[in-house]
């Protein structure tokens, strides 16, 4: 690709919403009131904006390998409590896709180097979840089941953390775990039982 066209390509997008809005940017630089959280895999065809259809502004974004939320990631742990408890956001979301790289790779025992402890916490789910799993005898099958179990751990992961709860008993924050299909383009909701998960771990996790 060339870097050029880039710029090119940005110089056509300022104008293009400068004639539809001349202060569209100056409005944009006066802040930001996102009302989603989206964590999503940095995978280059899982385009978080694009396949919400959603505009600067409107989402709050972090992404990382496999869409994860690992208890001691300072940068998600961080993106969670920002846009929770200052931007305020009224929903979270945590969506993985089909075809994920990073979920195939926990898949298989590979020594990855550096990639091993982030792996981990797929595997873990992959754990966690063995006994359903190892009963599903067609391997994409189970590629796809995993990716869904991951969603709905990470978003455990979510309503573990205080800045979640809190949001839950002050505003009533909701919890979604969704999935892109690449294949088909479409966006799935899993429909997470977020009441019920949070209950199911409060007498655990719970944090006051
Ligand atoms: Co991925």
Redesign the pocket.
Known sequence: MELAKIFENNRQWVQDKLNLDPNYFKNLSEGQNPDILYIG?A?SR?TAEELMGVAPGEAFIHRNI?NMVPNTDLSSMSVIDYAVTYLKVNHVVVCG?YY????KAAMDSKDLGILNPWLRNIRDVYRIHKNELRNIDDENERYKRLVELNVQEQCVNVIKTAEVQKAYRERGIQVHGWVFDIHSGKLIDLNIDFPDILKNIMEIYHLE
Do not use: L, M, N, Y
């Not at 994920?100 to 979920?103: D, E, I, K, L, T």
């Open positions: 895999c995978d899982v496999a896709h994920c790289g990073g979920v």
